[in-house]
């Protein structure tokens, strides 16, 4: 494929570098020796397939020239040709809409890699999305249907190369680690390890060990020292789920491994090194976290390099279908069952439906779906038990006498056991998951399922008697 190019650097021996080799792959180029003259042949009516842009040039240089290019074509693609290793720099010019970027001094398979990543990559990606995903380590995959979620497979393509924190927000069930693990694939650390920890799942009491290791007698039991995750993740990528939970305490020395890569361990007294990405990812309202004193503003700004926004389902519709499709045809092989019937009028449901757990609670349809093949009673379970007969149901049994005040605590407690143990059993009750399924705290959900007689069921305890327990306490309550 030629393109259209336009180079911009102040360098006369870099710019007639640069058009001889992409003249020897056929391409059309154009010079510019200034951020103004690059400007002005734009606005004269040149139309570049790609514009390298050089970072450092007197005058005008190379950011501000790509923010007048940008505000003249939102959709002119810009690689930045750097000669500095400064991250920070690169980083502002992918936030200000710069696709690529390559460093000086170049070579041939530079300028190819920036050319395929930009000219190829976008028109390949649409091709390539069609519902499948793309699978990632773990047997998940990231499916990109709608026009947010390709738009955000982009974002997070250009992100993963850079080795900076990445701040990806969402409500639970949202995808945030699948996200997560497709900027790890994606980066320059694909070949070492990538460790995802929730900090709301350990107790406070042993985030910090868990995180940072300890030394030989730290504490009573200390016998010998152990590393943490940190070091054990040294050289990848380390995902801290639901970041909000961490305490204040921990938040502090996470900022300082953000900094400078070092941390002590518990009751050490040498710093301890590491080469590690740091991704986060919470489901947390961050401005009420801020005011809160919930999230450190410091550290929210070191996390908050990149951030990546990940929509609920019912704010892109569009890749329902194709993840009802991509969780049938996965599961149907994976619990060697037929695959189900996905009419026209399922499709169509599921795609009306609200889904409040997002992809998390849709994968659980899907999978009832294929274990018990049933499409009536599937559609019906859409549907829910919804409208005027079933509130006057629940306003005539609960009322039974009692003042007005007693009815509306018992109908909201009903009403509060009846989502816990949905959760539950969505959950399979993992009561981490259940706590992310409803957005609140591990430690609230343990003492609201204790409250309403929700315990875990014992080892051996069948599906089906955990479900007759979860239906005996929901009687009792109401």
């Given at each position: 494929m030629t393109a259209r190019v336009l180079v911009v650097d102040d360098d006369y021996n870099m710019l007639r570098y640069m058009r001889t080799l992409l003249r020897l792959e056929s391409h059309q180029v154009h010079t510019a020796n200034s951020g103004g003259e690059a400007i002005e042949k734009?606005?004269?009516?040149?139309?570049?397939?790609?514009?390298?842009?050089?970072?450092?040039?007197?005058?005008?240089?190379?950011?501000?020239?790509?923010?007048?290019?940008?505000?003249?074509?939102?959709?002119?693609k810009i690689a930045m040709l750097s000669c500095v290793k400064e991250t920070a720099k690169i980083v502002q010019a992918m936030r200000l809409g710069a696709k690529d970027y390559v460093n000086k001094p170049l070579d041939g398979a530079?300028?190819?890699?920036?050319?395929?990543?930009?000219?190829?990559?976008?028109?390949?990606?649409?091709?390539?999305?069609?519902?499948?995903?793309?699978?990632?380590?773990?047997?998940?995959?990231?499916?990109?249907?709608?026009?947010?979620?390709?738009?955000?497979?982009?974002?997070?393509?250009?992100?993963?190369?850079?080795?900076?924190?990445?701040?990806?927000?969402?409500?639970?069930?949202?995808?945030?680690?699948?996200?997560?693990?497709?900027?790890?694939?994606?980066?320059g650390r694909k070949d070492h390890t990538f460790m995802k920890v929730n900090c709301a799942a350990i107790p406070a009491g042993l985030l910090e060990s868990e995180l940072f290791g300890y030394e030989a007698g730290a504490f009573t039991g200390a016998n010998q020292a152990k590393p943490g995750k940190f070091e054990s993740c040294n050289g990848g990528t380390i995902l801290l789920d639901e970041i909000g939970e961490l305490p204040p305490m921990l938040q502090a020395k996470l900022l300082q491994v953000l900094q400078e890569q070092k941390f002590f361990r518990l009751g050490g007294r040498a710093p301890v090194s590491v080469?590690?990405?740091?991704?986060?990812?919470?489901?947390?309202?961050?401005?009420?976290?801020?005011?809160?004193?919930?999230?450190?503003?410091?550290?929210?700004?070191?996390?908050?390099?990149?951030?990546?926004?990940?929509?609920?389902?019912?704010?892109?519709r569009d890749d329902i279908p194709l993840l009802v499709r991509h969780f049938a045809t996965r599961l149907s092989t994976q619990y060697n069952q037929p695959m189900p019937l996905l009419s026209e009028q399922m499709l169509e449901a599921c795609a009306r439906h609200h889904w409040p757990g997002n992809i998390r609670e849709l994968q659980n349809f899907v999978k009832r779906y294929v274990v018990l093949g049933d499409e009536s009673a599937m559609l019906a379970e859409l549907q829910g038990p919804r409208g005027k007969d079933s509130r006057t149901r629940m306003f005539v049994r609960t009322h039974d006498?009692?003042?007005?005040?007693?009815?509306?605590?018992?109908?909201?407690?009903?009403?509060?056991?009846?989502?816990?143990?949905?959760?539950?059993?969505?959950?399979?009750?993992?009561?981490?998951?259940?706590?992310?399924?409803?957005?609140?705290?591990?430690?609230?959900?343990?003492?609201?399922?204790?409250?309403?007689?929700?315990?875990?069921?014992?080892?051996?305890?069948?599906?089906?008697?955990?479900?007759?327990?979860?239906?005996?306490?929901?009687?009792?309550?109401?």
């Amino acid at each position: 494929m030629t393109a259209r190019v336009l180079v911009v650097d102040d360098d006369y021996n870099m710019l007639r570098y640069m058009r001889t080799l992409l003249r020897l792959e056929s391409h059309q180029v154009h010079t510019a020796n200034s951020g103004g003259e690059a400007i002005e042949k734009i606005q004269q009516g040149l139309c570049p397939d790609l514009v390298f842009l050089d970072m450092l040039m007197p005058g005008m240089d190379g950011l501000e020239t790509l923010e007048h290019l940008r505000q003249l074509d939102p959709s002119l693609k810009i690689a930045m040709l750097s000669c500095v290793k400064e991250t920070a720099k690169i980083v502002q010019a992918m936030r200000l809409g710069a696709k690529d970027y390559v460093n000086k001094p170049l070579d041939g398979a530079a300028l190819d890699a920036v050319l395929r990543n930009c000219l190829h990559s976008e028109k390949s990606a649409e091709a390539g999305l069609d519902g499948e995903g793309e699978e990632l380590p773990g047997g998940v995959s990231f499916v990109a249907g709608s026009p947010e979620m390709r738009k955000i497979r982009s974002q997070i393509e250009k992100i993963a190369k850079f080795d900076v924190p990445v701040l990806i927000l969402g409500e639970s069930g949202v995808g945030k680690e699948v996200a997560a693990l497709l900027i790890h694939r994606l980066s320059g650390r694909k070949d070492h390890t990538f460790m995802k920890v929730n900090c709301a799942a350990i107790p406070a009491g042993l985030l910090e060990s868990e995180l940072f290791g300890y030394e030989a007698g730290a504490f009573t039991g200390a016998n010998q020292a152990k590393p943490g995750k940190f070091e054990s993740c040294n050289g990848g990528t380390i995902l801290l789920d639901e970041i909000g939970e961490l305490p204040p305490m921990l938040q502090a020395k996470l900022l300082q491994v953000l900094q400078e890569q070092k941390f002590f361990r518990l009751g050490g007294r040498a710093p301890v090194s590491v080469n590690v990405r740091i991704l986060a990812a919470t489901n947390i309202e961050v401005e009420e976290a801020l005011k809160n004193d919930k999230l450190r503003l410091d550290l929210y700004y070191r996390l908050n390099t990149f951030a990546i926004h990940l929509p609920p389902l019912r704010q892109r519709r569009d890749d329902i279908p194709l993840l009802v499709r991509h969780f049938a045809t996965r599961l149907s092989t994976q619990y060697n069952q037929p695959m189900p019937l996905l009419s026209e009028q399922m499709l169509e449901a599921c795609a009306r439906h609200h889904w409040p757990g997002n992809i998390r609670e849709l994968q659980n349809f899907v999978k009832r779906y294929v274990v018990l093949g049933d499409e009536s009673a599937m559609l019906a379970e859409l549907q829910g038990p919804r409208g005027k007969d079933s509130r006057t149901r629940m306003f005539v049994r609960t009322h039974d006498g009692k003042d007005l005040k007693r009815m509306v605590k018992d109908l909201k407690q009903e009403a509060e056991a009846q989502v816990i143990a949905q959760a539950l059993q969505e959950a399979n009750w993992d009561r981490s998951q259940a706590a992310a399924l409803l957005n609140i705290s591990y430690k609230a959900l343990v003492y609201k399922a204790r409250q309403y007689g929700l315990d875990l069921p014992k080892r051996g305890t069948s599906a089906a008697a955990a479900t007759a327990s979860q239906g005996g306490a929901l009687r009792e309550v109401s």
